[in-house]
């Protein structure tokens, strides 16, 4: 990771870096070394990456927000899910197109179906 890059202007500033394609080991950043079962917490907006994992490696992020009451939480979900369509269009090929499984928005949990509700009001599948 880059330690501060989630605050701007810094965090503007390192947007290029994405189309230069500097291999890993040529990034100037701080390794954070975990193992499986590790759980690292991080702002989402800092900039960071995983080189040398293996092809189709799984990777689970969880984040917190509030409940989309406001228009503004529904603006913020719309856009998050608008990025990650993209992410995923570009690296994930078993659901293109799709941010969550059917197994996740039809959950037989309850509790389940209710974190999903909003996305599937939205139609934010």
Sequence with gaps: MIPGSHRPPFHEALRPIEKLGV??????????????????FLNMNIWHAA???????????VNFVPKATKPEHVEMMEKNHRVLI????????????????????????????????????????
């Design 23 to 40: 291999p890993g080991a040529d990034v100037p950043c701080y390794f954070l070394e975990s193992k499986p079962g590790d759980v690292l």
């Design 86 to 125: 993209d992410l995923m269009a570009r690296f994930q090929y078993s659901q293109p197109g799709r941010a969550f499984t059917d197994d996740f928005l039809e959950s037989k949990r309850p509790r389940i179906r209710r974190m999903a509700s909003k996305w599937v009001e939205l139609g934010l599948q």
């Design 51 to 61: 080189y040398g994992g293996a092809a189709g490696r799984r990777h689970l992020a």
